[in-house]
C-alpha cells in the first residue's frame, strides 16, 4: 500500500480517470429524457428549407451501450488493475522480495568465503567453477562463446595470449573496468600501397606466406608506425591491449585481405565494465573462472 499511497503519478492517473468516468455518467444521466405525449416536437433547425429535425430523446439501445461501455470501463480498471496492486500482486512482491532474502542467506556466505581467497585457489575450487561458469554463461557467452572461445574481434580465453594481461588480478582488473582497444586506422597516412606492403611484413612475422619485396618495405614502415604499441619485436603490449602479432592466434584474421582492412581502418573493440553491475563477488568469482580457463 506504501508505494500506492506515495506515488503521486499514479494518484494523478487514477484522479483524471474516475473524474472521467463520473463525467460520462453525468452526460448520459443528463440526456436520459422521456419522449412526451402528445405530437412530435421538432429542433428547430431547417436544411435545405423543408428538412427539419425531431427532438426525440436517445435511442435506448444506444444509450445501453453507453452503459455497458461504462461498466467494462470499471470492471477492466480493477482486474488491471488500474487502481493500485491487488492483494495477489502485493503477495508476489512479497515473495519475492522473501527469495531474494533468502538467496542472500544462502549465497552470501558462499560468496564471503570466495572474497576472502585468492584467485588462483578460488581457481581451483570445484564449487566456485561451477558458479563462475553459470555467470560465464550469462554475462559473456554472447560475445566470447559459451566455451569461452572466442569469435573474430572477441578474444578466445583459453588460450596464453592476453591482449590486456594474463595475470589473474589483471583479468579481475579487465572484467571489473571494461577495456577499449585503440588501433588508429593507418589508410590515410600510408596509403594503399605502404598498408600492402605492411601487410605482407605482418604476415611474414608468423611465417605466414608474403612477397618479400613488399615485406621488407613493410619492415621500415612498421618500425615508423608500429612500434609505440606492437613493439619493435611485435609481440605486442599489454598496456595497449596491442596483441602479438608473431604468433597463429588472430583476433580478427590472418588473411592479407583481413589484416590490410585491420590497418587500413584501425580497430576498436571494446570489453565492457562489469564491476558496477555485478559487484565485487560476482567479478571475484567470473575472473577465477577465467584463470582456471586458460590454466589447463
Ligand atoms: C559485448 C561483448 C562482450 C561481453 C558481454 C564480454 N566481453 Fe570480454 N571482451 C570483449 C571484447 C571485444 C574484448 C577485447 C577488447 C579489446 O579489443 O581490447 C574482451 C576482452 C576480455 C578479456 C581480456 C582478454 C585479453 O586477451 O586480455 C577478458 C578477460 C574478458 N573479456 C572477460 C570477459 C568476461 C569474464 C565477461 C563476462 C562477465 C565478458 N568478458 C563479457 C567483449 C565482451
Ligand atoms: C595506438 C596503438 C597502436 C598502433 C600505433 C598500432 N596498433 Fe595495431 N592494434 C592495436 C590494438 C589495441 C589492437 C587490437 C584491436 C582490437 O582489439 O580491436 C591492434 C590490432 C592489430 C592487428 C590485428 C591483430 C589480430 O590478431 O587480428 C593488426 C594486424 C595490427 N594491429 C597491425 C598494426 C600495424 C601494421 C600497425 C602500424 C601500421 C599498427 N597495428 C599500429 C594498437 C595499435
Known amino acids: 500500500m506504501a508505494d500506492f499511497i506515495s506515488g503521486f503519478w499514479n494518484m494523478y492517473v487514477m484522479v483524471i480517470v474516475a473524474l472521467s468516468l463520473l463525467f460520462c455518467v453525468f452526460v448520459l444521466v443528463s440526456n ?47 482486474i488491471y488493475p488500474g487502481f493500485g496492486k491487488t492483494n495477489q500482486e502485493r503477495g508476489e512482491h512479497a515473495q519475492y522480495e522473501a527469495e531474494m532474502k533468502a538467496a542472500n542467506e544462502k549465497y552470501g556466505p558462499i560468496f564471503a568465503k570466495y572474497r576472502g581467497m585468492d584467485l588462483a585457489a578460488v581457481a581451483a575450487d570445484p564449487e566456485a567453477k561451477a558458479m563462475g561458469q553459470r555467470m560465464f554463461l550469462t554475462y559473456c557467452a554472447q560475445c566470447h562463446g559459451s566455451a569461452a572461445q572466442g569469435a573474430k574481434g572477441f578474444p578466445n580465453l583459453t588460450d596464453d595470449e592476453w591482449q590486456w594481461g594474463g595475470e589473474a588480478e589483471t583479468i579481475k582488473t579487465t572484467i571489473t573496468g571494461g577495456r577499449i582497444a585503440m588501433m588508429p586506422p593507418f589508410g590515410p597516412s600510408l596509403g594503399a600501397e605502404g598498408v600492402k606492403d605492411v601487410a605482407n611484413y605482418v604476415r611474414s612475422l608468423s611465417g605466414l606466406a608474403h612477397d618479400s619485396l613488399r615485406a621488407q618495405r613493410g619492415a621500415e614502415l612498421f618500425q615508423q608506425n608500429c612500434v609505440a604499441c606492437h613493439g619493435a619485436d611485435a609481440k605486442g603490449n599489454t598496456a595497449m591491449g596491442a596483441p602479438n602479432l608473431t604468433n597463429k592466434i588472430w583476433l580478427y584474421g590472418s ?10 581502418n584501425g580497430r576498436n573493440n571494446r570489453m565492457p565494465q562489469f564491476g558496477e553491475f555485478l559487484g565485487e563477488d560476482k567479478v571475484h568469482l567470473l575472473a577465477a573462472y577465467v584463470v582456471g580457463l586458460s590454466k589447463k
Do not use: C
Request: aromatic residues 16%; negative net charge.
Open 32 to 78: 436520459m429524457t422521456k419522449r412526451e405525449a402528445g405530437p412530435v416536437q421538432l429542433h428547430g433547425h431547417v436544411w435545405d428549407e423543408t428538412l427539419a429535425e425531431y427532438n426525440n430523446p436517445l435511442p435506448r439501445w444506444w444509450m445501453y451501450l453507453f452503459w455497458i461501455t461504462i461498466g467494462f470501463a470499471v470492471v477492466y480498471l480493477a
Open 255 to 264: 588473411s592479407e585481405a583481413t589484416i590490410i582492412e585491420t590497418i587500413t
